[in-house]
């Protein structure tokens, strides 16, 4: 979420990174560019793809930068912004459009966490010889090749537009985010059972670490997430009621973990491993499984892929009696789902 200030030496280094970030939109060589025509054109940005589809815009964005291509796809000059002014309602002023037809391709974020791993990484373009097709962004991991770290949230969004060169020409990019959290809340199953946080490793294999213009997959986008915050969450004085025994319970392992974007007809691979056996508690389609919540939340005119792409946080809890995964049920974002007749494949 957007922070309402900004300050101290994170400010500097959030400016900075995004500096180089968009370093192609600085350039003294502007010869492929058009001439300047009328007052300028004025582009928004609009984020009401979500599930409670209200503009969330200015929430979740705290600079934007807006690529420009030519109708053909041939890419022209890039125009940035960041800054606490980038609420809803926000226009970016592009005086530079002349008469004709562009794509526009605009990447949002917001700068709440600090450092390249949570980040996405975007390559320099040069105006007049790259392409529509060279824009990408790229998941930034570690060596081999894991996210744990918290993301920044991206949004992404692409337009086709018509400049007349007219006054206050004005067009509105709608936004999608790209980045999601996954809250897994693992519980015992019985009376008696104590759960410890180093026993349990949650992994999710995905093939989408490396997303198109469009954010859809590009490349070889094979990345592991694993969390960013893992704990084992227990109070005294409040207890639960276990729904498989009815017994009291009053702890449960917590975590965490960030993703790009998921895809429903990749099927990336969501794993609870016991440590001491080192055998998969669980092994799921996790897109797949988070589309279950058809139950609730899932509107009938949305496909899967929809769902997904509007759903960016999910909670989840699952229920463990020893190595023994509980097939019973399952709750997600709050909805119990029944998998008594449901394959886990």
Not at 148 to 162: A, I, K, Y
Not at 180 to 201: C, F, K, W
Not at 215 to 224: H, I, L
Request: net charge negative.
């Amino acid at each position: 979420m957007k922070r309402s200030q900004k300050v101290g030496m994170w400010s500097m280094l959030a400016a900075a990174f995004w500096m180089l970030l968009c370093t192609s939109c600085i350039r003294e060589d502007r010869d492929d560019c058009p001439a300047t025509v009328g007052s300028g054109v004025k582009v928004n940005f609009r984020y009401t793809y979500n599930v409670a589809e209200n503009d969330a815009f200015g929430k979740e964005a705290d600079g934007v930068c807006v690529w420009i291509f030519d109708e053909d796809g041939k890419f022209l000059s890039m125009q940035k912004d960041e800054g606490d002014h980038i609420v809803n309602g926000y226009a970016m002023l592009m005086p530079s459009l002349a008469v004709g037809k562009y794509k526009l391709v605009a990447w949002a974020k917001s700068m709440e966490h600090e450092g390249e791993l949570s980040e996405f990484a975007f390559p320099e373009l040069t105006a007049g010889q790259s392409v529509i097709g060279d824009l990408t962004a790229y998941l930034n991991r570690d060596e081999n090749n894991v996210c744990s770290t918290r993301l920044n949230g991206l949004l992404s969004g692409t337009l086709d537009v018509e400049v007349k060169g007219t006054d206050e020409e004005e067009f509105t990019i709608d936004m999608m985010k790209c980045t999601n959290t996954l809250r897994v809340i693992l519980m015992p199953a019985r009376a008696g059972q104590t759960l410890h946080q180093e026993d349990y490793s949650f992994v999710i294999d995905g093939k989408n670490g490396w997303l198109d213009y469009k954010a859809d997959p590009y490349g070889q986008g094979e990345v592991t997430y694993k969390p960013y915050y893992q704990e084992l969450l227990q109070d005294e004085t409040v207890a639960g009621k276990s729904r498989v025994s009815d017994a009291e319970i009053n702890h449960a392992v917590v975590a965490e973990l960030n993703t790009s974007r998921m895809m429903a007809e990749q099927g990336p691979r969501f794993r609870i491993i016991n440590n001491r056996t080192g055998k998969d508690v669980l092994d799921i389609n996790l897109t797949w499984f988070l589309s279950l919540q058809a139950v609730g939340e899932h509107r009938a005119e949305w496909d899967d892929q929809e769902y997904l792409d509007r759903q960016d946080t999910y909670a989840v809890t699952f229920f463990v009696d020893g190595d023994t995964f509980l097939q019973n049920y399952i709750i997600v974002n709050g909805w119990v789902v029944s998998l008594e007749d449901v394959s886990l494949g």
